[in-house]
C-alpha cells in the first residue's frame, strides 16, 4: 500500500537557520502530495501542496517540490523563526476521496 | 478555502459516559469524512471512513460499538465515544475531501478529550 517516510525529529533549529524536513513516498499511481502543520494544541493546517510532477509547492517562506524520480517531497525554508515551531507532516492522496496517508511528523523546534 | 468545524474544541467526562463530537463542513457538502485519533507526540491514526446515508467504514482495530459514527447529512458528521474509559483520552480530529475535482483534504481543528 501507499506510505510516507519522513525524517525523524526533533529537530532544532536557531533562528535564521536553513530547514530541510525530508519526505519520500511510495505510492501505486500519481498521488497529489502535501504538507500540513499542527502548532500545540491545535488541529492541522496545510501549508503547501503538489498535484503533479515537478510542481513546486510554496507557502509562508516554505518550499517542496514534487520530486517523481526521487519520489521525495522535501521541506525547505531558507530561514526559520520561533513561530515556526510546530510538528510538520508529509501526506499523500491518490484521489480525492480517500484519507490521507500521514508520515510520522517531524517536530521543529526554533530558539532564539 | 473550504471550512470544517468540530464541537466541542475539548471536553473533560467521567469514566463510563459517553461523549458526542460533531463534524460539520461549512461551505460545502461532503458525502465522506474522515475521523483520526491522534496519541500526544504522534502521527494520525485513521479510525473510520464516514459515510453519508450508510454504515461508517472502520479500520482494523477499532471498535464500530465503542466508537459510533453517524453521517445524518452531507454537512454533519457525529462521532460517539460509549462508555468512555480513560484509555479513550485522545485528540480526536475529522477532515473531509473537498469534492469533485479537488484533490485536498479539509481538517476539522480537533477535539481533546480527558476521560476521568
Known amino acids: 500500500g501507499d506510505s510516507v517516510t519522513q525524517m525523524e525529529g526533533p529537530v532544532t533549529l536557531s533562528e535564521e537557520a536553513f530547514l530541510t524536513i525530508n519526505c519520500t513516498y511510495t505510492?501505486?499511481?500519481?498521488?497529489?502530495l502535501f504538507w500540513y502543520v499542527q502548532y500545540p494544541g491545535e488541529g492541522l493546517q496545510l501549508l503547501l501542496k503538489?498535484?503533479?510532477?515537478?510542481d513546486k509547492g510554496s507557502n509562508k517562506g516554505f518550499e517542496a517540490t514534487y520530486r517523481k524520480e526521487t519520489t521525495s517531497f522535501h521541506l525547505e525554508k531558507g530561514s526559520v523563526q520561533v513561530s515556526d515551531s510546530a510538528v510538520y507532516f508529509c501526506?499523500?492522496?491518490?484521489?480525492?476521496?480517500?484519507?490521507?496517508?500521514f508520515g510520522k511528523g517531524t517536530r521543529l523546534s526554533v530558539i532564539a | 478555502g473550504a471550512v470544517v468545524s468540530q464541537h466541542p474544541s475539548w471536553v473533560i467526562c467521567k469514566s463510563g459516559t459517553s461523549v458526542k463530537i460533531e463534524c460539520r463542513s461549512l461551505?460545502?457538502?461532503?458525502?465522506?469524512m474522515f475521523w483520526y485519533r491522534q496519541f500526544p507526540k504522534q502521527s494520525l491514526m485513521l479510525m473510520a471512513t464516514?459515510?453519508?446515508?450508510?454504515?461508517?467504514?472502520?479500520e482494523q482495530g477499532v471498535e464500530k460499538d465503542k466508537f459510533l459514527i453517524n453521517h445524518a447529512s452531507l454537512t454533519l458528521s457525529t462521532l460517539t465515544v460509549t462508555s468512555a474509559h480513560p484509555e479513550d483520552s485522545s485528540f480526536y480530529i475529522c477532515?473531509?475531501?473537498?469534492?469533485?475535482?479537488?484533490?485536498?483534504?479539509?481538517f476539522g481543528p480537533g477535539t481533546r478529550l480527558t476521560v476521568l
Open positions: 505510492a501505486t499511481g500519481y498521488p497529489s
Open positions: 461551505d460545502f457538502q461532503a458525502t465522506t
Open positions: 501526506a499523500l492522496s491518490d484521489r480525492g476521496n480517500t484519507p490521507l496517508v
Open positions: 477532515s473531509a475531501p473537498g469534492g469533485r475535482g479537488i484533490n485536498e483534504q479539509f
Open positions: 503538489a498535484t503533479k510532477a515537478d
Open positions: 464516514s459515510n453519508e446515508g450508510s454504515k461508517a467504514t472502520y
